[in-house]
């Protein structure tokens, strides 16, 4: 969507009439229906006059295209500039200009990231040539006008009231700045010449036109890449069961649509392969054109499998496929083709960092799109506000009268096949009685160590052999340093035991992360992943006495979210909130011993469960 547009001439008429602060707004009312912010009003008014009085230049077309407030569709960003026509070989083109009122900007040690004086503070904000450069390569790569008709886009920004190169053009920022230029406030006639260089000819606005009209599709270079990097890896193929979900899935994509919609629940447990078919559906579906995207509410998954489909090329190209479950609040109904949501089980009804956004994920995703698959294991809901249950569902479901299909992927590729294991942790834990009291005939490594030393000490061993390992812990340790990194989070002087949470920095990317065997992870960093040996500290919130396990939310961290309310839920119904509290811990346990391939090791803080848990095997 386009806020306002003109030709060229018309736009520098606007501004020399002092009338474009009123004009924007206007137009900004009458497309999104509320007015912008006082601070934006006042941006459009400071920033686009600098702009009319440079595109005044007769070395630019009169007859040239200009957007002001490009809305990117499936995204709440704009770009703020656009001037398009045709360059000295008749080839259409579009110039993107990211627009800055800054006067001063800091060089951070992050990868394009500034500090500058925005909002009434000094932030962190992206770095302006990187923001145009990703604007303009997702037009490039999910506008089907644009990849149909080769449109060469041309980033750049524009830093009016800046006059000081030091930091927004510092040496650590070059990759970027050769793909997007900035230019400063005295630096106008150098715009001037970058933007005349490339729009030799004026299109009458039209070209802006048909890349507002433009489907939103993923072009042909992407899917070829994402394509090309599941051929002949491992890691992703599907076998068995697997293939007939993802057969599945396709064929229902053929027939859903927005009258029509399709709902797809696959259930499986820990290991049996719902995120390999999940990713190979969004390869797959992108290929044959179809607006897909792979949804989860746990970062971590969305983080490394982004990570691993990136490859050679920015992870900025395919950040549009994957996204967070509380993102659908205001799409329109049946605006995605498919929509993915790999650990269903983690939906929560509200979205937003205070939970207060929003109706219900479950039927926003499902109202968003034509086909929903759902990836789902309800043993994993590990906070009281998951609410992913085929129930849920499916209640849904028929809300919007959609066709419900159920499969079930069986088999475990995870703990060394073992579905046994499973059982066993079920019984272990008190989830569930199964046959599997003891790890008789279960073929997997499952060890008690004495101490947190000693089971840090077991999994360097196996990091060290080159299977990947890491340790993790139930959430009773505040994370400190989250903002003190010298600081370490779990201790145990008594063992010689001191190792802090994994680093803020690397945040859903943390086992993929060079020295992250240091650091311990936890369910948020790691549920949806999978190791080849992990080691599991239990922390307070998890005891045994009599044989009995004894969960205790008072023993998770003030810093953990995944029980906060439950104080409101027992003052209402204390026996609920006990059963909710009960299985939260339980599953989390759960969820973090099954992240092992090959082998997990645990330890409980607690002696006396520490003891009783090294005599159940």
């Known amino acids: 969507m386009i806020v306002y547009s003109a030709t060229k001439a018309q736009f520098c008429e606007t501004v020399r009439e002092n009338r474009i602060g009123q004009t924007i707004l206007d137009a900004f009312r009458q497309h999104l229906g509320h007015n912008p912010s006082p601070s934006e009003a006042q941006a459009f008014q400071n920033s686009l006059n600098f702009v009319g009085n440079m595109l005044q230049a007769p070395s630019i077309p009169a007859d040239a295209g200009v957007a002001v407030e490009y809305k990117i569709p499936q995204s709440s960003k704009r770009i703020d500039f656009i001037v398009t026509g045709f360059n000295e070989e008749d080839k259409p083109v579009a110039i993107v200009i990211e627009l800055k009122q800054w006067t001063d900007v800091e060089t951070t040690p992050k990868d394009a990231i500034v500090r500058t004086w925005v909002g009434g503070a000094e932030r962190e904000v992206l770095h302006p040539s990187y923001q145009a450069w990703s604007y303009a390569q997702f037009m490039t790569d999910f506008n089907e006008f644009v990849d149909h008709h080769q449109v060469r886009l041309h980033p750049c920004a524009y830093l009016h009231n800046c006059h000081d190169e030091t930091g927004v053009r510092s040496p650590f920022y070059w990759e970027h700045l050769g793909r997007a230029p900035v230019f400063l406030g005295d630096e106008s006639k150098n715009l001037e010449n970058f933007i005349a260089i490339h729009v030799r000819k004026g299109d009458r606005g039209d070209l802006l036109y048909k890349l507002d009209k433009g489907k939103i599709r993923p072009s042909k270079s992407l899917t070829d890449h994402l394509g090309s990097l599941l051929k002949g890896n491992k890691e992703f193929v599907m076998i068995d069961e697997q293939k007939l979900v993802y057969e599945a899935a396709i064929y229902l994509s053929t027939s859903a649509t927005t009258t029509n919609r399709k709902v797809l629940i696959v259930r499986g447990g820990p290991g049996t392969g719902k995120s390999v078919v999940a990713v190979n559906l969004l390869v797959e579906l992108s290929s044959r054109g179809k607006l897909v995207q792979y949804v989860t509410r746990n970062a971590a998954p969305r983080a490394v499998y982004r990570s691993k489909l990136a490859g050679t090329i920015k992870r900025t190209r395919i950040d549009n496929l994957f996204k967070n479950s ?162 370490n989070d779990i201790c145990f002087g008594e063992y010689g035991f001191a190792m802090p949470w994994n680093l803020s920095v690397d945040g859903s990317l943390w086992l993929l992360t060079e020295g992250s065997e240091n650091q311990v992870g936890c369910i948020h960093t790691c549920q949806g992943l999978e190791l080849d040996y992990v080691g599991v500290i239990i922390g307070p919130d998890f005891k ?72 159940c095997i």
Request: aromatic share 8%; charged share 30%; proline share 2%.
């Open 544 to 615: 045994v006495r009599r044989g009995v396990v004894e969960t205790n939310a008072g023993g998770r961290a003030r810093t953990d979210r995944s029980l906060r309310g439950i104080k409101k839920m027992i003052e209402e119904d204390p026996q609920q909130a006990l059963s909710v509290a009960d299985r939260v811990i339980k599953n989390t346990y759960r969820t973090l011993m099954t992240r092992g391939m090959k082998g997990c090791y645990i330890w409980a803080s607690d002696f006396e469960t520490n003891e009783w848990l090294r005599d």
């Open 326 to 487: 509380g993102f659908y609040q205001t799409c329109k109904a049946g605006e995605l083709d498919v929509l993915v949501v790999d650990e269903a089980h983690r939906l929560t009804e509200k979205s937003g960092l205070y939970m207060n956004e929003g109706e219900n994920q479950i039927k926003e995703v499902i109202e968003a799109s034509k086909l929903t698959v759902f990836f789902l294991d309800e043993d994993q809901r590990v906070t009281i506000n998951d609410i992913g249950t085929g129930d849920e569902i499916v209640r849904w479901a028929d809300h919007f009268n959609a066709e419900v299909s159920e499969l079930e992927l069986p088999s475990q590729f995870r703990c060394n096949g073992e579905s046994g294991y499973i059982s066993f942790l079920d019984q272990l834990l008190q989830i569930r009685p199964t046959a599997n009291t003891n790890l008789e005939g279960i073929n997997y490594d499952f060890q008690v160590m004495r101490n947190p030393s000693e089971l840090r000490e077991a999994i360097f061993q196996k990091n060290d052999q080159g299977l990947r390992s890491r340790l993790v812990a139930g959430y009773c340790w505040n994370w400190v340093s989250k903002n003190k990194p010298n600081l």
